[in-house]
């Protein structure tokens, strides 16, 4: 099983869509996770931390099942600006490891 | 706005030159990364420092050498590279204290080899 799974996408989906990313994780000790967004051709971004069941920032919201070893991304009412590669980032000591990460296309 | 620098923004080298790329972050951070991303991967760690010492190396070839000569800037200098090696290379860095991971990245370095 790799250290960090996620969905392939890419997702397609219309403006004020809401869409789910989905991460696993084979590292049962992990304590925190990261959502990073990458733009093409730019560095990664950290979109949010999760220390414990979940985290929500405006119209993004994430959750952790430690159970499943499942970290999850919701955005809500997507907008155009939100085209991006989303990236499950899961700590390994003073190391990140990186999903392969899930691309995300809003469209008109 | 990031607050890491990295420069040059684009290099373009052949595989004789010896080169370097420069990281600085005014964050006050005590850790510094090296990664290198292929287009459409996700970023690979290549080095990571810890108050200023060399923590941890991922097998990465001699050709690669990192230095850190203070605790804002991070430098990786390139000599003898392949064509292979052409990539973007990030900068990162990070709190040590209270177990915080989270890392901020430098808009890149993006290598030609030629």
């Known amino acids: 099983r790799k250290e960090v799974e996620q969905d392939p996408g890419p997702f397609n989906v219309p403006e004020g869509a809401t869409v789910a990313f989905n991460c696993t994780y084979s590292?049962?000790?992990?304590?925190?996770f990261f959502w990073y967004r990458q733009d093409c051709r730019k560095e990664p971004k950290l979109l949010m931390s999760v220390y414990s069941s979940g985290n929500e920032d405006g119209r993004f919201t994430a959750q952790l099942n430690r159970a499943s070893q499942y970290i999850s991304l919701l955005i809500r009412d997507s907008k155009l600006s939100d085209s991006a590669t989303y990236l499950c980032v899961v700590p390994r000591g003073r190391a990140l490891t990186f999903g392969s990460g899930t691309r995300l296309q809003v469209q008109p | 706005d990031t607050e890491v620098t990295q420069t040059p923004k684009h290099l373009v080298m052949g595989m004789t030159n010896k080169k370097s790329l420069k990281c600085e972050q005014h964050m006050g951070h005590r850790a510094m990364y090296w990664y290198k991303q292929k287009a459409k991967k996700p970023p690979e760690l290549m080095f990571v420092?810890?108050?200023?010492?060399?923590?941890i190396n991922e097998s990465v070839p001699s050709r690669f050498s990192p230095e850190c000569p203070n605790s804002s800037l991070l430098n990786l200098h390139l000599h003898a590279l392949q064509p292979e090696d052409s990539a973007l290379y990030l900068c990162?860095?990070?709190?040590?204290?209270?177990?915080?991971?989270?890392?901020?990245f430098g808009p890149g370095t993006r290598l030609t080899v030629t």
């Open positions: 590292n049962s000790a992990s304590q925190s």
């Open positions: 990162a860095s990070s709190q040590v204290e209270r177990g915080e991971y989270e890392q901020y």
């Open positions: 420092y810890s108050y200023e010492k060399l923590s």
